[in-house]
Protein backbone atom coordinates (compact mmCIF):
# COMPACT_ATOMS: atom_id res chain seq x y z
CA UNK A 1 0.00 0.00 0.00
CA UNK A 2 1.31 3.92 -0.54
CA UNK A 3 2.60 5.66 2.66
CA UNK A 4 1.40 8.69 2.86
CA UNK A 5 2.43 9.67 6.50
CA UNK A 6 5.15 11.76 6.52
CA UNK A 7 6.43 10.51 9.97
CA UNK A 8 6.25 6.85 9.02
CA UNK A 9 8.27 7.62 6.17
CA UNK A 10 11.30 8.79 7.99
CA UNK A 11 11.91 5.37 8.77
CA UNK A 12 11.79 3.86 5.61
CA UNK A 13 14.39 2.79 3.08
CA UNK A 14 12.35 3.75 0.19
CA UNK A 15 11.79 6.84 -1.87
CA UNK A 16 8.99 9.41 -1.76
CA UNK A 17 7.06 11.66 -3.74
CA UNK A 18 4.44 13.39 -3.23
CA UNK A 19 1.00 12.02 -3.06
CA UNK A 20 -0.62 14.37 -5.34
CA UNK A 21 -0.12 18.31 -6.50
CA UNK A 22 -1.05 20.91 -4.29
CA UNK A 23 -0.26 25.06 -5.12
CA UNK A 24 0.63 27.97 -3.23
CA UNK A 25 0.28 31.59 -4.56
CA UNK A 26 2.05 34.54 -3.09
CA UNK A 27 4.36 37.38 -3.79
CA UNK A 28 7.99 36.77 -5.26
CA UNK A 29 10.41 38.90 -2.79
CA UNK A 30 12.76 40.93 -5.61
CA UNK A 31 10.34 41.83 -8.29
CA UNK A 32 7.48 41.94 -6.02
CA UNK A 33 4.94 40.50 -8.68
CA UNK A 34 1.97 37.34 -7.84
CA UNK A 35 3.21 34.09 -8.38
CA UNK A 36 1.89 30.85 -8.39
CA UNK A 37 3.51 27.49 -6.99
CA UNK A 38 3.07 24.19 -7.66
CA UNK A 39 4.58 20.51 -6.57
CA UNK A 40 3.93 17.56 -8.51
CA UNK A 41 4.98 14.33 -7.85
CA UNK A 42 7.94 13.14 -10.00
CA UNK A 43 8.97 9.06 -10.82
CA UNK A 44 11.64 7.50 -9.19
CA UNK A 45 14.65 8.74 -9.60
CA UNK A 46 13.76 11.83 -10.39
CA UNK A 47 15.15 14.26 -7.90
CA UNK A 48 13.71 17.89 -7.62
CA UNK A 49 13.21 19.95 -11.08
CA UNK A 50 11.89 23.46 -11.20
CA UNK A 51 9.73 24.40 -14.34
CA UNK A 52 9.27 27.93 -15.48
CA UNK A 53 5.54 27.60 -17.06
CA UNK A 54 5.67 31.38 -17.89
CA UNK A 55 7.98 30.71 -20.49
CA UNK A 56 8.15 29.00 -24.11
CA UNK A 57 8.45 25.70 -24.18
CA UNK A 58 7.82 25.38 -20.84
CA UNK A 59 11.45 24.68 -19.80
CA UNK A 60 13.10 22.44 -16.43
CA UNK A 61 16.31 23.56 -14.91
CA UNK A 62 17.35 20.55 -12.83
CA UNK A 63 18.07 21.13 -8.86
CA UNK A 64 21.65 20.63 -9.25
CA UNK A 65 24.67 22.17 -7.60
CA UNK A 66 26.11 22.25 -11.44
CA UNK A 67 23.20 25.15 -12.27
CA UNK A 68 23.82 27.33 -9.64
CA UNK A 69 24.33 31.02 -10.89
CA UNK A 70 24.40 33.36 -8.29
CA UNK A 71 24.64 33.18 -4.26
CA UNK A 72 24.09 36.46 -2.73
CA UNK A 73 21.38 37.03 -0.64
CA UNK A 74 19.93 33.99 -2.31
CA UNK A 75 20.77 30.82 -4.28
CA UNK A 76 19.56 30.96 -8.05
CA UNK A 77 19.61 28.60 -10.58
CA UNK A 78 20.19 28.87 -14.54
CA UNK A 79 20.01 27.34 -18.05
CA UNK A 80 20.68 28.70 -20.27
CA UNK A 81 18.69 32.79 -20.04
CA UNK A 82 16.68 30.45 -17.82
CA UNK A 83 16.64 31.31 -14.41
CA UNK A 84 15.17 30.52 -10.72
CA UNK A 85 16.02 32.50 -7.90
CA UNK A 86 15.71 31.96 -4.13
CA UNK A 87 15.68 28.26 -4.58
CA UNK A 88 16.33 26.93 -0.60
CA UNK A 89 13.41 27.74 1.13
CA UNK A 90 11.40 24.83 -0.92
CA UNK A 91 14.51 22.57 -1.69
CA UNK A 92 15.10 23.07 2.39
CA UNK A 93 11.00 21.66 3.08
CA UNK A 94 11.25 18.73 0.45
CA UNK A 95 14.16 17.30 1.65
CA UNK A 96 13.36 17.74 5.64
CA UNK A 97 10.08 16.45 5.26
CA UNK A 98 11.69 13.31 3.75
CA UNK A 99 10.31 13.87 -0.59
CA UNK A 100 13.40 12.38 -3.26
CA UNK A 101 11.33 13.08 -5.96
CA UNK A 102 9.54 16.45 -7.23
CA UNK A 103 8.32 18.85 -9.88
CA UNK A 104 7.95 22.20 -8.80
CA UNK A 105 6.36 24.37 -11.36
CA UNK A 106 6.14 28.52 -11.01
CA UNK A 107 4.51 30.91 -13.82
CA UNK A 108 7.19 33.10 -12.43
CA UNK A 109 10.86 33.12 -11.75
CA UNK A 110 10.93 33.13 -8.18
CA UNK A 111 8.59 31.16 -5.40
CA UNK A 112 6.65 32.97 -3.09
CA UNK A 113 8.38 34.44 -0.05
CA UNK A 114 5.71 33.93 2.26
CA UNK A 115 6.53 34.84 5.89
CA UNK A 116 10.34 34.36 5.02
CA UNK A 117 10.62 30.73 6.04
CA UNK A 118 10.34 27.26 5.08
CA UNK A 119 6.74 26.63 6.96
CA UNK A 120 4.54 27.96 4.08
CA UNK A 121 6.09 24.90 1.42
CA UNK A 122 5.97 22.53 4.54
CA UNK A 123 2.37 23.43 4.97
CA UNK A 124 1.93 22.46 1.04
CA UNK A 125 3.46 19.46 1.35
CA UNK A 126 1.17 18.60 4.16
CA UNK A 127 -1.47 19.75 1.97
CA UNK A 128 -0.39 17.09 -1.23
CA UNK A 129 0.78 14.41 1.04
CA UNK A 130 3.49 11.89 0.63
CA UNK A 131 3.71 8.19 -1.14
CA UNK A 132 6.02 5.78 -0.65
CA UNK A 133 7.42 4.31 -4.12
CA UNK A 134 8.84 0.72 -5.31
CA UNK A 135 13.19 1.68 -5.54
CA UNK A 136 14.93 2.09 -2.41
CA UNK A 137 16.52 5.60 -1.23
CA UNK A 138 20.71 5.75 -1.95
CA UNK A 139 21.77 7.13 0.87
CA UNK A 140 25.39 7.99 1.05
CA UNK A 141 26.79 7.76 4.58
CA UNK A 142 29.91 9.95 5.01
CA UNK A 143 32.62 7.90 6.68
CA UNK A 144 35.62 10.23 6.30
CA UNK A 145 35.76 14.32 7.35
CA UNK A 146 34.87 16.35 4.18
CA UNK A 147 35.58 20.31 5.35
CA UNK A 148 35.64 23.55 3.80
CA UNK A 149 36.66 27.10 4.65
CA UNK A 150 36.59 30.42 3.04
CA UNK A 151 38.99 33.73 3.83
CA UNK A 152 35.54 35.26 5.16
CA UNK A 153 35.39 32.95 8.02
CA UNK A 154 33.10 30.29 7.30
CA UNK A 155 33.81 27.13 7.95
CA UNK A 156 31.61 23.57 6.98
CA UNK A 157 32.90 20.57 8.30
CA UNK A 158 30.64 17.17 7.66
CA UNK A 159 31.81 13.94 9.78
CA UNK A 160 30.23 10.49 10.46
CA UNK A 161 27.33 10.16 12.22
CA UNK A 162 24.91 7.50 12.16
CA UNK A 163 21.65 10.14 10.90
CA UNK A 164 21.41 13.42 9.18
CA UNK A 165 22.03 16.47 12.02
CA UNK A 166 22.92 20.21 11.44
CA UNK A 167 24.58 21.98 13.63
CA UNK A 168 25.27 25.71 13.12
CA UNK A 169 26.66 28.80 14.60
CA UNK A 170 26.01 32.31 13.27
CA UNK A 171 28.05 34.72 13.84
CA UNK A 172 27.35 38.46 14.11
CA UNK A 173 29.01 41.78 14.71
CA UNK A 174 26.58 42.46 17.30
CA UNK A 175 27.74 39.80 19.89
CA UNK A 176 23.58 39.61 20.66
CA UNK A 177 23.10 37.91 17.68
CA UNK A 178 25.93 35.37 17.72
CA UNK A 179 23.56 31.95 18.10
CA UNK A 180 24.08 28.31 17.98
CA UNK A 181 21.43 25.95 17.18
CA UNK A 182 22.24 22.00 16.90
CA UNK A 183 19.39 19.19 15.83
CA UNK A 184 18.86 16.19 14.23
CA UNK A 185 16.99 16.18 11.17
CA UNK A 186 13.85 14.48 10.61
CA UNK A 187 10.45 15.62 9.46
CA UNK A 188 8.89 15.98 12.61
CA UNK A 189 11.41 18.01 14.26
CA UNK A 190 12.17 19.65 10.68
CA UNK A 191 8.47 20.94 10.60
CA UNK A 192 8.82 22.14 14.70
CA UNK A 193 11.76 23.28 14.88
CA UNK A 194 13.54 24.33 11.83
CA UNK A 195 10.89 25.15 8.86
CA UNK A 196 9.20 28.59 11.35
CA UNK A 197 12.65 30.20 11.38
CA UNK A 198 12.45 33.60 8.90
CA UNK A 199 14.79 35.01 6.99
CA UNK A 200 16.65 38.03 8.16
CA UNK A 201 18.83 40.85 7.42
CA UNK A 202 20.22 44.13 8.77
CA UNK A 203 18.37 47.50 8.07
CA UNK A 204 22.48 48.84 6.69
CA UNK A 205 22.38 46.22 4.09
CA UNK A 206 18.56 46.16 2.47
CA UNK A 207 18.71 50.06 2.69
CA UNK A 208 20.67 50.63 -0.42
CA UNK A 209 18.55 47.65 -2.06
CA UNK A 210 15.22 49.19 -0.95
CA UNK A 211 16.61 53.30 -2.92
CA UNK A 212 17.36 51.09 -6.42
CA UNK A 213 13.77 49.64 -6.72
CA UNK A 214 14.99 46.01 -5.84
CA UNK A 215 13.22 43.41 -3.17
CA UNK A 216 10.22 44.90 -4.27
CA UNK A 217 8.48 41.62 -2.63
CA UNK A 218 9.98 42.39 0.85
CA UNK A 219 8.31 43.56 3.97
CA UNK A 220 8.43 43.73 7.74
CA UNK A 221 6.03 40.47 7.47
CA UNK A 222 8.56 38.33 5.50
CA UNK A 223 11.59 39.32 7.01
CA UNK A 224 13.18 39.89 10.28
CA UNK A 225 15.00 43.21 10.07
CA UNK A 226 17.40 44.39 12.74
CA UNK A 227 18.56 48.07 13.19
CA UNK A 228 21.39 48.65 15.10
CA UNK A 229 19.97 46.20 18.65
CA UNK A 230 16.37 46.81 17.43
CA UNK A 231 13.92 43.99 15.78
CA UNK A 232 11.71 46.01 13.01
CA UNK A 233 9.74 43.03 12.59
CA UNK A 234 5.81 43.29 13.57
CA UNK A 235 6.14 39.97 14.84
CA UNK A 236 8.56 39.23 17.66
CA UNK A 237 11.14 36.49 17.37
CA UNK A 238 9.75 33.11 17.20
CA UNK A 239 12.75 31.19 18.96
CA UNK A 240 15.86 32.87 21.23
CA UNK A 241 17.86 31.27 18.40
CA UNK A 242 15.97 32.06 15.22
CA UNK A 243 18.76 33.25 12.49
CA UNK A 244 21.24 29.99 13.79
CA UNK A 245 17.77 27.73 12.97
CA UNK A 246 17.37 29.97 9.67
CA UNK A 247 21.23 29.11 8.81
CA UNK A 248 20.03 25.65 8.98
CA UNK A 249 17.30 25.63 6.91
CA UNK A 250 18.82 27.40 4.31
CA UNK A 251 21.73 25.22 4.32
CA UNK A 252 19.60 22.06 3.86
CA UNK A 253 18.07 23.49 1.23
CA UNK A 254 21.59 24.23 -0.55
CA UNK A 255 23.10 20.72 0.31
CA UNK A 256 20.12 19.32 -1.32
CA UNK A 257 22.01 20.73 -4.69
CA UNK A 258 24.41 18.22 -4.44
CA UNK A 259 21.70 15.04 -5.46
CA UNK A 260 22.61 13.17 -2.54
CA UNK A 261 20.99 12.28 0.60
CA UNK A 262 23.43 11.86 3.82
CA UNK A 263 23.91 10.48 6.94
CA UNK A 264 26.76 12.68 8.76
CA UNK A 265 26.88 15.73 10.93
CA UNK A 266 26.93 18.82 9.04
CA UNK A 267 29.07 21.67 11.30
CA UNK A 268 28.75 25.23 10.03
CA UNK A 269 30.54 28.28 11.54
CA UNK A 270 29.13 31.46 9.86
CA UNK A 271 27.29 29.49 6.79
CA UNK A 272 26.19 31.29 4.11
CA UNK A 273 24.63 30.26 0.48
CA UNK A 274 28.33 30.84 -1.35
CA UNK A 275 29.80 28.65 1.03
CA UNK A 276 26.50 26.07 1.22
CA UNK A 277 26.70 25.41 -2.42
CA UNK A 278 30.43 25.21 -2.39
CA UNK A 279 30.27 22.06 -0.17
CA UNK A 280 27.30 21.13 -1.70
CA UNK A 281 29.55 20.51 -5.24
CA UNK A 282 32.32 19.11 -2.94
CA UNK A 283 29.69 16.98 -2.05
CA UNK A 284 29.22 15.79 -5.70
CA UNK A 285 32.49 15.44 -6.53
CA UNK A 286 33.63 13.51 -4.14
CA UNK A 287 30.89 11.25 -4.32
CA UNK A 288 31.14 10.72 -7.68
CA UNK A 289 35.13 10.12 -7.01
CA UNK A 290 34.37 7.60 -4.74
CA UNK A 291 32.22 5.65 -7.20
CA UNK A 292 34.66 5.86 -9.61
CA UNK A 293 37.07 4.02 -7.57
CA UNK A 294 34.97 0.87 -7.23
CA UNK A 295 37.87 -1.65 -9.73
CA UNK A 296 35.31 -2.65 -12.25
CA UNK A 297 37.20 -6.22 -13.09
CA UNK A 298 36.36 -9.34 -15.00
CA UNK A 299 37.62 -12.94 -13.83
CA UNK A 300 40.33 -14.11 -15.61
CA UNK A 301 39.68 -17.29 -17.59
CA UNK A 302 41.94 -19.96 -16.47
CA UNK A 303 42.48 -22.12 -14.31
CA UNK A 304 44.01 -20.31 -11.56
CA UNK A 305 40.49 -18.54 -10.48
CA UNK A 306 39.43 -20.29 -7.28
CA UNK A 307 36.04 -20.31 -6.62
CA UNK A 308 35.14 -21.21 -2.78
CA UNK A 309 35.13 -25.13 -3.53
CA UNK A 310 38.90 -24.61 -4.67
CA UNK A 311 39.25 -23.05 -1.21
CA UNK A 312 37.76 -25.13 0.76
CA UNK A 313 40.86 -28.05 -1.29
CA UNK A 314 43.29 -25.79 0.31
CA UNK A 315 42.33 -24.33 3.28
CA UNK A 316 41.43 -26.01 6.67
CA UNK A 317 39.21 -22.99 7.30
CA UNK A 318 34.92 -23.56 8.23
CA UNK A 319 32.19 -21.06 8.66
CA UNK A 320 32.44 -19.05 10.01
CA UNK A 321 36.16 -17.96 10.08
CA UNK A 322 36.43 -18.66 6.18
CA UNK A 323 37.33 -15.13 5.41
CA UNK A 324 37.55 -15.11 1.58
CA UNK A 325 34.85 -15.97 -0.51
CA UNK A 326 36.95 -16.57 -4.02
CA UNK A 327 40.55 -15.74 -5.61
CA UNK A 328 39.86 -13.95 -8.70
CA UNK A 329 43.69 -12.85 -9.66
CA UNK A 330 47.06 -14.46 -9.63
CA UNK A 331 50.00 -11.80 -11.01
CA UNK A 332 52.16 -14.70 -10.66
CA UNK A 333 52.92 -17.76 -8.51
CA UNK A 334 53.54 -15.56 -5.67
CA UNK A 335 51.20 -13.06 -5.68
CA UNK A 336 47.21 -13.08 -5.69
CA UNK A 337 44.27 -10.96 -5.24
CA UNK A 338 41.05 -12.31 -3.36
CA UNK A 339 37.58 -11.05 -2.40
CA UNK A 340 35.60 -11.04 0.65
CA UNK A 341 32.04 -10.10 0.30
CA UNK A 342 31.03 -8.12 3.47
CA UNK A 343 27.28 -8.32 4.64
CA UNK A 344 25.77 -7.84 7.68
CA UNK A 345 24.59 -11.27 8.37
CA UNK A 346 28.44 -11.73 9.25
CA UNK A 347 28.57 -13.43 12.92
CA UNK A 348 30.56 -10.80 14.70
CA UNK A 349 28.90 -7.57 13.43
CA UNK A 350 26.54 -8.67 16.31
CA UNK A 351 28.74 -7.55 19.02
CA UNK A 352 30.55 -5.85 17.36
CA UNK A 353 29.55 -3.56 17.82
CA UNK A 354 25.72 -3.15 18.30
CA UNK A 355 24.20 -0.13 16.41
CA UNK A 356 27.44 0.62 14.77
CA UNK A 357 28.62 -3.13 12.76
CA UNK A 358 32.38 -2.58 11.63
CA UNK A 359 34.61 -5.35 10.89
CA UNK A 360 37.16 -6.18 13.58
CA UNK A 361 41.10 -5.39 12.82
CA UNK A 362 42.12 -9.20 13.47
CA UNK A 363 39.70 -10.53 11.10
CA UNK A 364 40.71 -8.30 8.53
CA UNK A 365 44.37 -9.65 9.10
CA UNK A 366 42.99 -13.57 9.47
CA UNK A 367 42.09 -12.38 5.60
CA UNK A 368 45.36 -11.41 4.53
CA UNK A 369 46.69 -14.54 5.82
CA UNK A 370 44.32 -16.70 4.36
CA UNK A 371 44.75 -14.77 1.16
CA UNK A 372 48.46 -15.84 1.68
CA UNK A 373 48.20 -19.17 2.79
CA UNK A 374 46.19 -19.71 -0.83
CA UNK A 375 49.97 -18.83 -2.19
CA UNK A 376 51.30 -20.96 -0.15
CA UNK A 377 49.30 -24.11 0.48
CA UNK A 378 48.58 -24.65 -2.85
CA UNK A 379 52.05 -25.89 -3.93
CA UNK A 380 52.63 -29.30 -4.36
CA UNK A 381 54.96 -29.64 -1.55
CA UNK A 382 52.51 -28.12 0.76
CA UNK A 383 49.51 -29.74 0.38
CA UNK A 384 47.58 -30.93 3.16
CA UNK A 385 49.78 -27.98 5.14
CA UNK A 386 48.68 -25.88 7.80
CA UNK A 387 49.84 -22.22 7.85
CA UNK A 388 50.48 -20.78 11.58
CA UNK A 389 50.89 -17.14 12.25
CA UNK A 390 54.46 -16.39 13.87
CA UNK A 391 54.60 -12.45 13.54
CA UNK A 392 52.57 -9.41 12.03
CA UNK A 393 54.77 -6.45 11.33
CA UNK A 394 53.83 -2.89 9.92
CA UNK A 395 49.83 -3.12 11.10
CA UNK A 396 48.07 -0.55 10.03
CA UNK A 397 44.27 0.35 9.72
CA UNK A 398 43.32 3.34 7.66
CA UNK A 399 39.45 3.10 7.70
CA UNK A 400 36.53 1.17 8.86
CA UNK A 401 35.03 -1.48 7.00
CA UNK A 402 31.40 -1.73 6.81
CA UNK A 403 28.06 -3.87 6.00
CA UNK A 404 27.95 -3.55 2.20
CA UNK A 405 31.91 -3.29 1.62
CA UNK A 406 34.24 -5.87 -1.15
CA UNK A 407 36.71 -6.41 0.31
CA UNK A 408 39.82 -7.05 -1.85
CA UNK A 409 42.59 -8.86 -0.10
CA UNK A 410 45.54 -8.54 -1.83
CA UNK A 411 48.97 -10.90 -0.39
CA UNK A 412 52.58 -11.81 -1.89
CA UNK A 413 55.16 -14.04 -0.64
CA UNK A 414 58.49 -11.61 -0.40
CA UNK A 415 60.52 -13.92 1.34
CA UNK A 416 60.26 -18.21 1.74
CA UNK A 417 62.63 -19.84 3.53
CA UNK A 418 62.11 -24.14 4.01
CA UNK A 419 58.65 -23.60 6.39
CA UNK A 420 58.88 -19.97 7.28
CA UNK A 421 57.44 -17.42 4.74
CA UNK A 422 56.82 -13.46 4.87
CA UNK A 423 53.81 -12.10 2.97
CA UNK A 424 53.15 -8.43 2.42
CA UNK A 425 49.13 -7.92 2.08
CA UNK A 426 46.63 -5.19 2.04
CA UNK A 427 43.22 -4.70 1.60
CA UNK A 428 41.22 -2.66 -0.22
CA UNK A 429 37.68 -0.67 -0.65
CA UNK A 430 36.58 0.94 -3.42
CA UNK A 431 39.93 1.11 -4.30
CA UNK A 432 41.62 2.43 -1.44
CA UNK A 433 43.55 0.70 1.14
CA UNK A 434 41.65 -0.04 4.34
CA UNK A 435 44.36 -2.21 6.35
CA UNK A 436 47.79 -3.76 5.62
CA UNK A 437 50.38 -5.57 7.16
CA UNK A 438 53.70 -7.81 6.96
CA UNK A 439 52.65 -11.25 7.66
CA UNK A 440 55.27 -13.47 9.13
CA UNK A 441 54.21 -17.55 9.40
CA UNK A 442 55.76 -21.08 9.27
CA UNK A 443 54.35 -23.81 6.82
CA UNK A 444 53.69 -27.51 9.28
CA UNK A 445 52.39 -30.48 9.07
CA UNK A 446 48.38 -30.52 9.80
Known amino acids: MPQTSIEASSNSDREYTLAGPATLEGTSLHTGQKVTLTIKPAPEGHGFKFRRIDLPDKPFIDADVGRVEKVERATTLASGSVRVHTV ?56 EPIHFDDKDGSHITIVPYRGFRVSVTNLSHLGKFTQHFSSEVTPELYECEIAPARTFTFYEDIKPLLDQGLIKGGSLENAVVIRDEEILSKEPMRFENEFARHKALDLIGDLALSGKRITGHVIAVAPGHGPNTQMAGMLKKEYQRMRSMVPPFKLPENEAVLDIKDIFRILPHRAPFLLIDRVIDFSSELKCTAVKNVTYNEPFFEGHFPDHPVMPGVLQL ?68 VSSAELKFAVVDA
Not at 102 to 111: Q, R, S, V, Y
Not at 114 to 140: M, Y
Not at 369 to 383: F, G, I, K, T, Y
Open 366 to 433: EAMAQAASVLVLRLPDNEGKIGYFMSADHVKFRRPVLPGDTLFIEAEIVKMKRSVGVAVCQCLVNGEV
Open 88 to 143: EHVLSALTGMNVDNALIEMDANEPPIGDGSARPFVDLIRKAGVEEQDSRRKTWEIR
